[in-house]
């Protein structure tokens, strides 16, 4: 078992920049494909950047490639995702995931943390 918590995550104004963290409990955290999602209101989620176990390989989505950067603190169990840029459609809950079972970019992980709120205002 997995544990994810989120944190980090709150009001900034367009153009702003936050960064979010989420520290992983139980088995060995640098076994997992770590990845972020994302909830819009009235939306499915999406996936937004990943970051494999293996060969390190990153990979995110064409709307936040450039602003967005995803790193993982093997020594803390920590994953982070740095938001650069940021847009008022970038507002969301933000979560966590572990464990792909297929293609990373797939809504179809093992383990979610609860999410963290993302809001950006004009």
């Known amino acids: 078992q997995v544990q994810l918590r989120e944190s980090g995550g709150g009001l900034v104004q367009a153009g702003g920049s936050l960064r979010l963290s989420c520290a992983a409990s139980?088995?060995?955290?640098?076994?997992?494909?770590m990845a972020w999602f994302r909830q819009a209101p009235g939306k499915e989620r999406e996936f937004v950047a990943a970051?494999?176990?293996?060969?390190?390989?990153?990979y995110y989505s064409d709307s936040v490639k450039g602003r967005f950067t995803i790193s993982r603190d093997g020594a803390k169990n920590t994953v982070y995702l740095q938001m650069n840029s940021l847009k008022p459609e970038d507002t969301a809950v933000y979560y966590c995931?572990?464990?792909?079972?297929?293609?990373?970019?797939?809504?179809?992980?093992?383990?979610w943390g609860q999410g963290t709120h993302v809001t950006v205002f004009l």
């Open positions: 995931a572990a464990q792909a079972r297929s293609g990373v970019t797939n809504v179809d992980y093992d383990y």
């Open positions: 139980g088995r060995t955290f640098n076994d997992y494909t």
């Open positions: 970051n494999t176990r293996r060969l390190g390989r990153t």
